[in-house]
């Protein structure tokens, strides 16, 4: 029996974040608080089945899994995943899990299902341990903006309940706007503190060689950081509260993320390989030596002679 791949384990992965999603929707449409350690459950289990898949590529890639677009898409999900399984016991937020496992199951079946995103990884993309942590923690940090925008989302459909008298159905399950602007407050000042861990970690390599990162990859970087700082400055300030903080917060996540395909696409160096899941295996050395090493011994026989 071959052994399962990388990608057969995230499919599965995504099968469970698929169910939970699937469940919430059940409870939803019949108005009935569906089982929060049921939902915990299956999130859980897709969250271990995810963890082991990244597991296995990392082994493949020998490194952190975040090479191409594939992987960033992998590795963002994995983080709200594992953000919620903190947050939502801590908050006991039940509706947290059904909004989770929506954005996990899209972002792994999105990238799954698009061929091009994991049809080759760049060779030797992080050349020491310090950037491919500084990379880690800048993905890790665009998790914590991901379930920011699902709270975000919680916040303006309460809003809409609350201004509309509608506190039936999917609304019941909403907490209270002062608990969502609690939690939202919490997780921008953690994303942003990842974020400029890893900015700091980069900036200390980067100074030793400011032609290591190209132009565009730097901007964007620093643009989605002082988006992020400026958004939190102005909340402690009380001048961004509200919807327009949540509205905010959704877009700058929006944004964050259709930047990752050109600072992926700026990366160095250059020079790309097949995806592990690519490459044929080969179970046994070939007996005949290569076409090379054949033409090599005509010159190298009439030379002896």
Request: charged residues 10%; glycine residues 4%; contains cysteine.
């Amino acid at each position: 029996m071959p052994a399962l791949t990388d990608r057969t384990w995230l499919w599965l992965a995504a099968a469970f974040y698929f169910a939970g999603f699937a469940l919430g929707t059940y409870s939803v449409l019949r108005q009935k608080l569906h089982s929060r350690a049921t939902m915990y459950f299956v999130i859980s289990l897709g969250f271990c089945i995810q963890t082991f898949g990244l597991y296995l590529r990392g082994l493949a890639v020998k490194g952190c899994p975040i090479g191409n677009t594939f992987e960033i898409f992998q590795f963002t999900a994995w983080s709200a995943t594992s953000l919620y399984l903190v947050i939502g016991a801590a908050f006991r937020l039940s509706l947290l899990g059904y909004f989770t496992s929506c954005l996990a199951a899209t972002l792994t079946a999105v990238s799954l299902l698009i061929p091009s995103f994991d049809a080759i990884r760049r060779v030797s993309a992080f050349p020491n341990p310090w950037i491919e942590f500084h990379a880690a923690l800048a993905i890790f940090s665009y998790g914590v903006f991901a379930l920011l925008a699902l709270t975000s989302v919680m916040y303006l459909l309460q809003v809409y309940s609350l201004k509309n008298q509608r506190l039936n159905g999917l609304f019941s399950f909403l907490p209270s706007i002062r608990d969502l602007d609690h939690i939202n407050l919490r997780l921008l000042k953690t994303g942003l503190l990842l974020m400029t861990a890893s900015l700091a970690v980069g900036s200390a390599y980067w100074l030793r060689d400011t032609q290591s990162v190209d132009a565009p990859k730097l901007i964007i970087t620093i643009a989605v950081w002082l988006a992020y700082a400026t958004a939190f400055g102005l909340r402690i300030l009380s001048r961004l509260v509200a919807k327009r903080l949540a509205w905010t917060c959704i877009l700058l996540f929006a944004a964050a993320l259709l930047s990752l395909w050109p600072v992926n696409s700026s990366r160095k160096p250059l020079t790309t390989e097949p995806a592990p899941h690519t490459v044929p295996r080969t179970t046994e050395k070939s007996a005949t030596p290569p076409v090379s090493s054949v033409a090599g011994r005509a010159p190298l026989a009439r030379l002896q002679q």
